[in-house]
């Protein structure tokens, strides 16, 4: 069965600094890309960051480039996010979710995801 | 960027009816690169349909997707209890990838 588990999410202040991690079971891990996606308090999805199955390739949104890191260690199953400068805009549940299919393509539906993490940016 | 724009914004129905959902899309899309996402509250999203018309895995045959070009629609043929949720629709490009989602759909029990 496919799991994955975020933490690291809690409160902090602008300017701040977060790791958030996903730990995953149930598949092999390095075949599959994957993402963060956010979602801030009553609003809908967006999506923040991806990376390739190998953590060679990444992707990120405009709105945190150069302030995210997104990278994963694939010998222990797990994604990450690194999250610098952080605004009151970043608040918000951060999941993390698996690319349906596996192999080295980056784009594509997400058909697993965890139950998110929440991430608190204020003073 | 594409700008997904769904209608309508809220969607009352009672169970057993038929539920029309759209999507709209600032430009064209490829098929394939537009999926369905349902979420209930406090839970995260489930893929539904991905390449605009295929149903993910353990979905149920009511729910159906379909469109092309810059107009899509997820159809539930007859509402369950289980159906009342936030849907959204999501496109993806592959140069570089990038996602964006619709701004959601809600259907609620009338």
């Known amino acids: 069965e496919v799991q994955l588990v975020e933490s690291g999410g809690g409160l902090v202040q602008p300017g701040g600094s977060l790791r958030l991690s996903c730990a995953a079971s149930g598949f092999t891990f390095s075949s599959y890309a994957m993402s963060w996606v956010r979602q801030a308090p009553g609003k809908g999805l967006e999506w923040v960051s991806a990376?390739?199955?190998?953590?060679?390739?990444?992707y990120y949104a405009d709105s945190v480039k150069g302030r995210f890191t997104i990278s994963r260690d694939n010998s222990k199953n797990t994604l990450y996010l690194q999250m610098n400068s952080l605004r009151a805009e970043d608040t918000a549940v951060y999941y993390c979710?698996?690319?349906?299919?596996?192999?080295?393509?980056?784009?594509?539906?997400?058909?697993?995801w965890g139950q998110g993490t929440l991430v608190t940016v204020s003073s | 960027e594409i700008v997904l724009t769904q209608s309508p914004g809220t969607l009352s129905l009672s169970p057993g009816e038929r539920a029309t959902l759209s999507c709209r899309a600032s430009q064209s899309v490829s098929s394939s690169y537009l999926a369905w996402y349902q979420q209930k509250p406090g839970q995260a999203p489930r893929l539904l349909i991905y390449?605009?018309?295929s149903r993910a895995t353990g979905i149920p045959d009511r729910f159906s997707g379909s469109g092309s070009g810059t107009d899509f629609t997820l159809t539930i043929s007859r509402l369950e209890p289980e159906d009342f949720a936030v849907y959204y629709c999501?496109?993806?490009?592959?140069?570089?990838?990038?996602?964006?989602f619709g701004q959601g759909t809600k259907v609620e029990i009338k």
């Open positions: 990376i390739s199955g190998s953590g060679g390739s990444t």
């Open positions: 390449g605009a018309s």
């Open positions: 999501q496109q993806y490009g592959s140069s570089p990838p990038t996602w964006t």
């Open positions: 979710a698996k690319r349906r299919l596996g192999g080295i393509a980056v784009a594509g539906p997400q058909d697993y």
